[in-house]
C-alpha cells in the first residue's frame, strides 16, 4: 500500500554543520512532495514542497531532493542552528488533497 | 493573523463520556482535516472535508464523527470515547485540495480514563 517512511528515526548534529534528513516514498502518482518541521508542543509547520517532476529545489537554507529512480527525497539543511531541532516529516499529496505523512526523523542540533 | 485555532488543548476524559474538539481557521480554506499523532506511527488523517457539506472518511475513522456546517469550522466529536483515542490530535486547512501547505493548531491532547 502507500506508505511514505523516513530511513532514520534520530540525527544529531553539531550546530553550523549541514544537515541531511532522508525519506522513502513508495507511490509514484503523487503530484508533490513536501517537507514539514514540528518543534515540540506545536503543529507541523510547512516548509517547502517540490512537484514531481523536478529532481531539487531551494529555499532559504534549505533544498530538497528528489530522486524518482529510487524513490528517495532528502532534506539539506545549510549550517544547522539550534532553533532548527525539531521532528521533520517528509509527506506527499495523493488525488483529493490528503496528506500521507511518513513517521518522522528527530533533528537534534549540538552547541 | 492566519492561523488554526483548536481547543481545548488539553482535556481529560471517562470513557463513554461525549466530546467535542472544535477547529476554526480564518484563511477562508475549502480543505480541511483531522488527524492523530502516536508515537512510531506519525500522522495519521481522521476525517477531512473539502468543502461545506462534504466530508469524507480518511485512515482511521473509526469512533469519530464530524461535520462541515460552516467553511471556517470543523468540530471533531468523539460520540463515545474509548481509552484506544487517548492522542495528540491536529486540526489542519489547505486553501484548496491538493494544496501542500497545510497549515495545523496547536493540538488537542486527549486521555481517555
Known amino acids: 500500500g502507500e506508505s511514505v517512511g523516513l530511513h532514520l528515526p534520530t540525527l544529531s548534529v553539531q550546530e553550523g554543520d549541514n544537515s541531511i534528513i532522508n525519506c522513502a516514498y513508495s507511490?509514484?502518482?503523487?503530484?508533490?512532495f513536501i517537507w514539514y518541521k514540528q518543534e515540540s508542543g506545536k503543529g507541523p509547520q510547512f516548509i517547502i514542497d517540490?512537484?514531481?517532476?523536478?529532481d531539487k529545489r531551494q529555499g532559504q537554507r534549505v533544498t530538497v531532493l528528489l530522486n524518482k529512480t529510487v524513490k528517495h527525497l532528502s532534506l539539506q539543511i545549510a549550517a544547522t542552528q539550534p532553533g532548527d531541532s525539531a521532528v521533520y516529516f517528509c509527506?506527499?499529496?495523493?488525488?483529493?488533497?490528503?496528506?500521507?505523512f511518513g513517521q518522522g526523523t528527530e533533528l537534534s542540533v549540538k552547541p | 493573523e492566519a492561523q488554526v485555532t483548536q481547543n481545548p488543548r488539553y482535556l481529560i476524559t471517562v470513557t463513554g463520556k461525549k466530546l467535542t474538539v472544535t477547529c476554526s481557521q480564518n484563511?477562508?480554506?475549502?480543505?480541511m482535516s483531522w488527524y492523530r499523532q502516536d508515537p512510531g506511527l506519525g500522522l495519521r488523517q481522521i476525517y477531512y472535508?473539502?468543502?461545506?457539506?462534504?466530508?469524507d472518511k480518511g485512515d482511521v475513522p473509526e469512533g469519530y464523527k464530524v461535520s462541515r456546517k460552516e467553511k471556517r469550522n470543523f468540530p471533531l466529536i468523539l460520540e463515545s470515547p474509548s481509552p484506544n483515542q487517548t492522542s495528540l490530535y491536529f486540526c489542519?486547512?489547505?486553501?484548496?485540495?491538493?494544496?501542500?501547505?497545510?497549515?495545523f493548531g496547536q493540538g488537542t491532547r486527549l486521555t481517555v480514563v
Open positions: 489542519a486547512s489547505t486553501s484548496h485540495p491538493g494544496g501542500t501547505e497545510a497549515f
Open positions: 507511490n509514484s502518482a503523487s503530484d508533490y
Open positions: 517540490i512537484r514531481s517532476n523536478m
Open positions: 509527506a506527499e499529496n495523493t488525488q483529493g488533497g490528503k496528506l500521507i
Open positions: 484563511m477562508n480554506h475549502e480543505y
Open positions: 472535508s473539502m468543502n461545506v457539506e462534504v466530508t
